[in-house]
């Protein structure tokens, strides 16, 4: 079984900064990517950003330029710091990470931006 935890979401004006935080454990074995992904009530969950265990990493291109991730894949944590928010970003962000075993969530942190 393999747990994630988040934590660092809240309230920030527009303009403001948060940083989302998880950490993963459990029988991972081994990681290929974790990342964070966004989702809307009634739409799709989709990506905000990724980063393989190689340091690859992916960006939404709302995000690209504002967002940065970062990951430690011995500690199994991932990072992600979102400056410039707007309320759009307003929404439940959820950690991934993907396994030789499977592809494993967390249970979600709320992040609103105040206009």
């Known amino acids: 079984q393999v747990q994630l935890v988040e934590s660092g979401g809240g309230l920030v004006q527009a303009g403001g900064s948060l940083r989302l935080s998880c950490a993963a454990s459990?029988?991972?074995?081994?990681?290929?990517?974790m990342g964070w992904y966004r989702q809307t009530p009634g739409q799709q969950r989709e990506l905000v950003s990724s980063?393989?265990?190689?340091?690859?990493?992916n960006f939404a291109d709302s995000v690209k330029g504002r967002f940065t991730i970062s990951a430690d894949s011995a500690k199994n944590t991932v990072s992600l710091q979102m400056n410039s928010l707007k309320p759009e970003a307003t929404n439940v962000y959820f950690c991934?990470?993907?396994?030789?075993?499977?592809?494993?969530w967390g249970q979600g942190t709320q992040v609103t931006v105040s206009s």
């Open positions: 459990g029988s991972i074995v081994v990681t290929v990517a």
């Open positions: 991934n990470l993907q396994s030789c075993r499977g592809n494993y």
């Open positions: 980063i393989t265990s190689v340091g690859s990493t």
